[in-house]
């Protein structure tokens, strides 16, 4: 039973599943961001796969972008939710429907 | 053989982690989950024998990412649950399996790959940590500064956001109040994003 | 020459812009005197081109280009020529008394000068009518002729009857235009021309339908302004203007036009028989049939506008059968004595303080004496009684049905002018003999001034002497123009029966008539109320008739075309299809709720669609791929 | 073993990086400036960005004189591309930026200057979307639009009152949802080419003439996905609206024009080369997805009650307008996009301009928006210039001649048309009909009603010098672009034929 | 200068708006005037220069706007246009010097001027994408003198007006793109001169197609039935000058439209469509005169009269033959006469009364007898009367398609009829009978102000009906080439046998000299 490439890919598909179902059903929106970091590491893994099987760093160079710009917008999301939650004092998004139509 | 185990017991535990991490309503549970599940994915990365990006994964996620979040945590007081309103729960689900099962239909398929050939093959020879050292440093050096950029203009944003001068909003008040705020201030407190 | 055929045409033109300069003013005399002293100049330059044309000369001008585009040419062009210059003495000379009498007639009305300018420009479309060497140029002076004909029938506006009647009669001559207008066409676009001389010369090369159809088309022209069967009642309630326009409009000149049509069309007609022998019969038709609804009739005018209806007829008999000559003698001698006719009642009116009914009169030959010896003189020559004009007109023409073998139109026509005499001398009867019925009603009648009447008389004169004087001489002048046949009935015997039996059955006519009404008027309630009486009073029913089965469905259908068709559905589909852009705007700019969750629902659901698609093209395009191999 | 590698720095062509490195250090300079003096004015941080962006622009522009002479240029191993497109896009985003920035110059105050961190970070993102197009690398575009994007963010949030928050918020969730979706996509690309370079890709693709045609399909759709939010592509849009009634009038013009030139560019080398190698379903989806586009969002525009929101549903019409120009994907078209954009970049920054300078500081009694319609109408009465300088703007919007847009409206269309796309070119025609509707609404409100009383307070009242001058700017830029178009065109045409494109 | 006369017409009057912004608002009035009055007798000395004799493009000006893509600014006259040029300018002069106090009076003449320079542009472009710049150019003025000036409902009108137009252009301008690829296809380079599209011969089916992308853009400016919903509530709501400059000038833009593009450009495919046309135009005539009929309000009256002339000049343009097609022309020129003199005759009992209902009026002739005589002179002239300016178009427009159709020509007669009937009995319900209503008793008669605007157009309906050859030469010289160029032109066996082949016209204008 050989672990292929495809074996990855689904995996990285089904996390990535897992992670837009999250995004779709999460509305405190620090647990909305758990689920935008899981799509990203899903990826990470089909890329580090590929990498592999295709014997080539460039995806493992990828996933390494891919780990720093989710660090980055860790940053600025968690900035923008503490001004959220400081003018609001919620964190819940369904109360953010001021703008509509 | 024991890298098809290796690789089932870690795809359900990753799995399951997220799953938890996304169905759960306790924000400590979900943290908590996905950091294990960040842990089982650098497993992979050694698996496949991305080491250095293993390495990356849990200090880069599990270290200062969940921290960050650990601390956000704190901030919102999220100790008490909120209760999350739902619509249309089955769709959601629906959307998620339907996209599961498309990606996966197709990623099972074999991929075609005559004539695939590495630009940056891995040398055996090398560990992978120069490997990546090599490309990082002459291929990907302008993507690299870009990345440092990035996180710069992050640092920034969030000191910025999360600074106290957001908490008197100059938009909302009139021009007259903006001339006493300044005038009542012994020193002008701008500098204070930059630090 | 050229001159006085500019004076002719264009003195009636200038009297009337002249009197146009005053139209808004109040009554001046001096609109009057002009105008009539213009059209005297017509007249005298009428005369003097007669007098010309009489030696064989016709005069053919050219003022100027009109419409020129691509092959079509069209100029002012002007012809005095035997036909013509007639119609041109009939008119000027009508015009002429006209004028002068409604200087009188016209005297309290505050409208003094703007009539004088209709009726000269009525006048001078008249004679560009007649003079016009063209069919488009005809077609002007006939468009013109309506046109004051609106204006006049409608003269006095605030009535709504004479408003009414205005428009319908010039509604109805336009349906009759539009066949005339389309006869033009086929003329042009087979011939290239519009010009008489050479449509005439080229006419004989055309197949034959095509001339039918010209013909045809031709003559529901004519059927408009002569009011012919079925477009007749515009003419009867056309009597709604002053009095003087009937006389001059209505009997003498304007309804005159379509018969002068036909005779100037002469060389066509020659060739298309059918068609004229369809003329002559409807002609028949509407001699019998106008006459037999000015037999009962209450209304004096109109039942002078019968009789003049009844007259045309006659004309289109001839002019159907061939006689054109006759059928313009005929019109000559009708316009006097029928204009003449037309003023007396115009006097009787003046007396009578408007009112119409003959009913209400009688007994007016003592106070307005002239005015009765007139009117009867006109009444005596339209019955045809020798030696009148009416004698030598209109038993010419039934000797012309005679000769052609047309005995049936021969015995309509006989018939007709016994009716003819009879309701003519019903009439004279009724309003200068017997009872004063009007002192009931309080109205002490006068005569009408001197020069009214002295301008009546010249049309008595020619009403008495017109078919005895001038018949050789017209004879002669014309027929070089038009065919000259000479309808002569060869058995003596037969001549001098029909000629003798025809005066007595008219003098007869006249006697009953006379007898009837000119002592006492008894109403007899059984045969007023009887259905061929109803009939005849209500014209047929026809004026009912065309109100239910033309006016008021068109009426509906507009209203319908406006406020179903255009508003409710030509126009709210377009709104619809606006509405429906708008409603879908409204309804589904609800999906942006402004929820992030519902927000990036969307995304994925986006996402999952591109997704399904691609999978569902892969599937098919992999089936594909796999039968091709 | 480990073998020095030797590099000649004349081969790596450093000096591709020059522009975006200007606005780097300009960004930086500001930041430290403020470290040594703080409390400075912003006219100061204004007037030092706009200085860095002339410098940046002189360099784009001798660029553009060097591509000329010698095609394409790629530099740092190949990671750059300075190709037509990178320069044309790097035009329109500095040029556009420039006539950005001088908008902070309000007479009235606002939160978000009083930071020269705004002014930095707005530098960061301008070098973001630089090497967003400067690059076929999609590790690059990828940093490029993170850092990009992440600067927006902020930028939207410090405009510092709960509406923009919740722009900010939206919209760096969704983004992260799309960045989800580019990493995926581009990790299915590289799946089946083995490369993250779109030209190898393109060539890898075309090596094994499509057999993954799945897996490309599916990559596509994530692709699309990711850039359909850049676009705002109907369904991916919903942020338009809300984020740019949350922002600043201004910033809200600006996000209309750059961020999506950027996006077009990326959009361009990344989907034309598939729909030239007659990928079917591609050229469907993408007809399909641009029709939806431009109808749905006049549609809604049409129902809207606030000027800013009418103005971001059109903006999301004209890009799905532009996008059809990828999708017909010939010269012809690409200049079009270029030229289009050009032209909208001044009608549209003024429009929003207009929007700007009549910024009160709270909400209008009884109204729940910055810019209800209602704030402008009778302004014709009360403010004839302002009226007509409107009036101009949303003319030109709606393709009336010979204003701005006609002449970029018409050469797409012609595109289509040459291009074979008869029924697509009826119906971006009939768009246009729809879409004039709205922009009328507005015509409507300022020249044929009557003022509201005590609305009339509230315009203009941010109006400065130099926000009257990018007004100036704008509308000259409107009525004379018919003068413009003839240079444009033919500086584009080659341009984009000397890509390749 | 001569060589430049006609930018100076077209932009003269914009410049004259720019600086009108500055002239104080009690002395606006004046300088519109002025501005108008220049503007007229600059078109009258480009009559003055006008050449008749040639029937070729005079005073071309050509300049290169976008020369990549062949668009370049590329004006010139005709016979045909020379005359809508000079109506356009005639009409605002009179329009502007016909004002009545108004508000905001400024405003309203900046805007008309701005509508001269489009209206001109309009008839005086030779390339299409300019044509097109003034077409639509043209609307925004107008959708401003609605939308400002006008009754209760005149937001809607305007609006209505202005998409419904905008719809049908954008058809067309597709239409135009498509034109211009064609042509780019067959010499290689983008064209948009009209000169050079008339030397392509498309393809049958190409020529279909094109036809109905540019039927739709005309067809709704003319505007032909079914598309004539938005006339109504234009004319219904819009202040007096802007219906008498819609109906005697904009409206034009549809039908001249057809004579420059469609029938030059698509000879087969006129003749395909020539009956379908002929159909629609004989509806317009018969069902707008009803409609016309059925109306309460005058100004309803003429605005629908208005669709029912134009279905005439429409038939008399697919008449495709000489007669028709300069009868049609002719007829624009005339009912733009007549139907601005009519729409200024409801204005003027409008400003005493503010009342259109004829309901409201009765009796008139005998209060306001000038009005009366005017107005009459201007109904006979609408009805086509011989000796006015109407009948020569009519009859010509009518003479011409009977050479196509008889029974057609037959039904669409009945605008004679027709428009008899509806103009009479408004006419008989505004100025006959008596004079009823209290606040009808004393008004004023037409003053000199109205009679300045009235009198020349008065003067006009009959001179051009009495001696219509000033005019009709050189159109009937510019329509010959160009229906020679469609016979050339034509492919079809019924295209060639419907136009008619005036290979010989040089010798029928010699025949016409010696006449």
Known sequence: ?101 | ?195 | ?629 | ?501 | MQEHILSILIFFPALAAMLGFIVHKDSVRAYGITVAAIEFFLSLWLWNLYDPLTSGMQFMEQAPLVAAFGINYLVGIDGISLFIIVLSTFFTMIGIASLTETRRVKDLIITLLFLEMTMVGVFAALDAIVFYVFWELSLIPMLYIIGAWGGPLRIYASIKFFLYTFTGSLVMLVGMLFMAYFYYQATGQWSFSLLEWYRLILPFNFQLWLFAAFFLGFAIKVPMFPFHTWLPYAHGQAPTIGSVILAAILLKMGTYAFVRFSLPLFPDASVYFMFPIATLAIIMIVYAAMVAYAQEDVKQVVAYSSVSHMGVIILGTFAMNVEGISGSIFLMIAHGVVSGALFLLVGVIYDRRHTKLMSEFGGLASVMPRYATIFGIMMMASVGLPLTINFVGEFLSLLGFYKQSHSFTLVAGTAIIVGAIYMLSAYKKMFFGTVTKEENKNLKDVNKTELLALVPLVIITIWLGIYPKPILEPINNSVESIVQLMHDKAQTKEAQARIPNLGNHEATNSQQETH
């Open chain 3, 1 to 629: 020459m050229e001159i006085y055929l500019y004076i002719a045409l264009f003195a009636p033109l200038a009297g009337s812009l002249f009197s146009a300069l005053f139209g808004a003013s109040p009554k001046t005399s001096i609109t009057g005197f002009v105008n009539s002293g213009l059209l005297f100049i017509s007249f005298v330059c009428s005369a003097i081109l007669l007098n010309y044309v009489m030696s064989g000369h016709t005069v053919h001008v050219e003022m100027m280009t009109w419409i020129a585009t691509g092959d079509l040419y069209i100029p002012f062009g002007f012809v005095v020529d035997q036909v013509s210059v007639v119609m041109m003495m009939v008119v000027s000379i009508v015009s002429t008394i006209v004028h002068i009498y409604s200087i009188g007639y016209m005297d309290h009305d505050k409208g003094f000068n703007r009539f004088f300018s209709y009726l000269s420009a009525f006048v001078f479309s008249m004679m560009v009518l007649v003079m016009s060497d063209n069919f488009l140029g005809l077609f002007i002076g006939w468009e013109g002729v309506g046109l004051c004909s609106w204006l006049l029938i409608g003269f006095w506006y605030h009535k709504e009857s004479a408003t009414w009647a205005a428009n319908e009669a010039f509604i109805m001559n336009r349906i009759a235009d539009l066949a005339m207008l389309i006869g033009i066409f086929i003329i042009y676009w087979n011939i290239g021309s519009l010009q008489y001389d050479v449509v005439f010369a080229d006419i004989a090369n055309l197949p034959m339908p095509i001339i039918t159809w010209i013909g045809i088309f031709l003559f529901i022209g004519a059927m408009g302004k002569s009011a012919q069967f079925p477009l007749h009642t515009w003419l009867a309630d056309a009597m709604e203007g002053p009095t003087p326009v009937s006389a001059l409009i209505h009997a003498a000149t304007m309804v005159t036009a379509g018969v002068y049509l036909v005779v100037r069309a002469n060389p066509i007609y020659d060739l298309i028989p059918e068609v004229g022998t369809f003329i002559a019969s409807l002609g028949a038709f509407v001699a019998m049939f106008a006459a037999s609804m000015a037999l009962v009739n209450r209304d004096m005018k109109r039942i002078i506008a019968y009789s003049t209806l009844s007259q045309l007829g006659y004309m289109f008999v001839a002019a159907g059968l061939g006689a054109y000559w006759v059928a313009l003698f005929h019109l000559m001698a009708h316009a006097f004595f029928k204009a003449l006719l037309f003023l007396g009642a115009g006097n009787v009116m003046h007396a009578m303080h408007d009112e119409l009914d003959p009913f209400k009169m009688g007994g007016l030959k003592k106070p307005m004496k002239w005015t009765w010896i007139l009117m009867t003189l006109a009444s005596v020559a339209l019955a045809g009684i020798y030696p009148l004009a009416g004698f030598f007109s209109k038993d010419l023409i039934l000797e012309v049905a005679f000769v052609e073998q047309h005995y049936i139109l021969y015995s309509v026509l006989l018939i007709t002018a016994g009716l003819t005499a009879f309701y003519s001398f019903r009439l004279v009867a009724l309003i200068f003999h017997g009872d004063e019925r009007h002192l009931e009603h309080g109205i002490h009648p006068h005569e009408a001034y001197n020069f009214m009447l002295y301008a009546m008389a010249p049309l008595g004169v020619l009403a008495v002497i017109a078919g005895m004087v001038f018949k050789t001489p017209y004879y002669e002048m014309v027929t070089q123009l038009l065919p000259a046949i000479e309808y002569h009935i060869h058995n003596h015997t037969t001549f001098w029966i029909m000629t003798i039996g025809t005066q007595l059955f008219v003098i007869a006519a006249i006697a009953y008539g006379y007898k009837k009404y000119a002592k006492a008027v008894k109403v007899d309630l059984k045969v007023e109320s009887g259905f061929l009486y109803q009939l005849l009073y209500n014209q047929y029913y026809i004026p009912k008739l065309y109100d239910e089965l033309f006016s008021k469905p068109y009426r509906e259908l507009s209203k319908i075309a406006w406020k179903q068709i255009d508003l409710k559905i030509v126009d709210a589909t377009v709104d619809g299809i606006a509405n429906i852009i708008y409603r879908t705007g409204e309804k589904t700019h609800t999906m942006q709720n402004g929820n992030l969750s519902s927000m990036l629902r969307w995304m994925v659901i986006g996402l999952v669609v591109l997704l399904v698609l691609a999978i569902a093209f892969t599937v098919g395009y992999n089936a594909v791929t796999m039968r091709a191999m």
């Open chain 4, 1 to 501: 073993m480990l073998e020095p590698i030797n590099v000649s720095l004349a081969s790596l062509n450093i000096t591709t990086l020059a522009p975006m490195l200007i606005a780097i250090v300009g960004a930086l300079t500001i930041l430290c400036i403020d470290l040594i003096k703080g409390g400075l004015h912003k006219s100061f941080y204004v007037m030092v960005s706009l200085l860095f962006l002339l410098l940046d622009l002189g360099v784009v522009i001798d660029f553009g004189n060097m591509f000329v002479k010698n095609g394409p240029v790629s530099g740092m191993f190949d990671m750059m591309l300075i190709d037509g497109l990178a320069i044309m896009g790097q035009i329109i985003i500095v040029a556009g930026s420039m006539l950005f920035i001088p908008l902070a110059l309000t007479s009235k105050r606002f939160h978000e200057y009083n930071y020269p961190e705004y002014f930095a970070l707005f530098l960061f993102m301008i070098a973001g979307f630089q090497f967003m197009v400067a690059t076929d690398n999609l590790i690059l575009i990828f940093v490029g639009l993170e850092t990009a994007s992440l600067a927006l963010y902020a930028l939207i949030a410090l405009h510092n009152r709960s509406k923009s928050f919740e722009a900010a918020v939206k919209y760096f969730t969704m983004g992260a949802l799309a960045a989800g979706f580019f990493a995926f996509g581009s990790m299915i690309l590289y799946a089946i080419s083995g490369s993250i370079e779109i030209n190898q890709i393109a060539s890898a693709l075309a090596g094994d003439h499509y057999a993954n045609i799945g897996y490309v399909l599916v990559a596509v759709s994530f692709m699309l996905a990711a850039f359909g939010f850049k676009l705002s592509m109907v369904p991916f849009h919903t942020w338009t609206p809300d984020v740019y009634e949350g922002s600043s009038a201004a910033l809200a013009g600006y996000m209309s024009i750059v961020p999506k030139i950027a996006a077009f560019i990326v959009a361009m080398r990344l989907f034309e080369f598939l729909v030239h190698s007659g990928v079917v379903w591609l050229q469907v989806i993408l007809y399909v997805v641009v029709v939806i586009t431009m109808t749905a969002s006049n549609i809604w525009a049409m129902v809207q009650t606030d000027v800013k929101r009418m103005l971001a549903y059109s903006s999301i019409s004209h890009a799905g307008f532009v996008m059809a120009a990828i999708l017909i994907g010939t010269t012809q078209s690409n200049t079009a996009l270029f030229l289009y954009w050009a032209l909208f970049s001044f009608t549209n920054l003024g429009a929003f301009t207009m929007l700007w300078v009549s910024r009160q500081k709270n909400l209008l009694p009884g109204q729940s928006s910055d810019h209800p319609f209602e704030k402008f109408s009778g302004l014709i009465k009360t403010m004839p210039m302002a009226a007509i300088m409107m009036g101009l703007f949303m003319l030109s919007l709606a393709g009336i001649p010979p204003f701005g847009l006609f002449w970029g409206k018409i050469y797409i269309i012609a595109s289509a048309v040459t291009g074979g796309y008869t029924v697509l070119a009826l119906i971006m025609a009939l768009n246009s009909a729809l879409a004039a509707y709205y922009y009328l609404k507005l015509i409507v409100f300022m020249f044929m009603k009557e003022p509201v009383v005590g609305y009339e307070k509230y315009y203009l009242v941010n109006a400065s010098l130099s926000l009257k001058t990018i007004i100036g700017i704008a509308a000259i830029g409107t009525i004379f672009a018919v003068l413009a178009v003839n240079p444009l065109l033919k500086v584009i045409t080659l341009f984009v034929y000397n890509s390749g494109y």
């Open chain 1, 1 to 101: 039973m050989e672990i292929t490439l495809a074996h990855y890919l689904v995996l990285s598909g089904v996390l990535f599943a897992i992670g837009l179902i999250g995004v779709m059903r999460r509305k405190n929106l620090l647990m909305l961001f758990f689920a935008t970091e899981i799509l990203l590491n899903a990826t990470n893994i089909g890329f580090a796969a590929i990498a592999h099987f295709h014997n080539d760093l460039t995806g493992q160079m990828f996933a390494f972008f891919v780990i720093a710009i989710a660090a980055s917008e860790v940053a600025v999301g968690l900035g923008l939710l503490i001004v959220w939650y400081k003018r609001t004092g919620k964190i819940d998004l369904d109360i953010m429907t001021s703008m509509r139509g």
């Open chain 2, 1 to 195: 053989m024991f890298e098809a185990i290796a690789f089932y017991l870690f795809a359900a535990l990753t799995i399951g982690m997220f799953t938890i991490t996304v169905m759960t309503s306790q924000a400590l549970y979900a943290l908590t989950a996905m950091a294990a599940g960040m842990i089982f994915i650098s497993a992979f990365f050694f698996m496949l024998g991305a080491d250095f990006l293993g390495v990356v994964q849990i200090i880069v996620y599990t270290g200062a990412v969940m921290a960050l979040y650990a601390f956000g945590m704190m901030f919102f007081d999220t100790t008490r649950t909120l209760v999350e309103k739902r619509e249309n729960p089955r769709t959601i689900f629906l959307l998620g399996v339907i996209a599961a099962t498309l990606v996966v239909f197709i990623m099972v398929s074999p991929i075609i790959s005559s004539n695939i050939e590495a630009h940056y093959p891995i040398d055996a020879a090398l560990g992978n940590s120069q490997a990546i050292g090599y490309v990082l440093f002459t291929k990907f050096l302008v993507p690299f500064e870009v990345a440092a950029v990035m996180l710069l203009v992050a640092m920034i944003a969030g000191i910025v956001l999360a600074g106290k001068k957001m908490d008197k909003s100059l938009t909302l008040m009139a021009e007259e109040e903006i001339a006493f705020m300044n005038a009542t201030q012994d020193k002008p407190q701008d500098e204070e994003g930059a630090h």
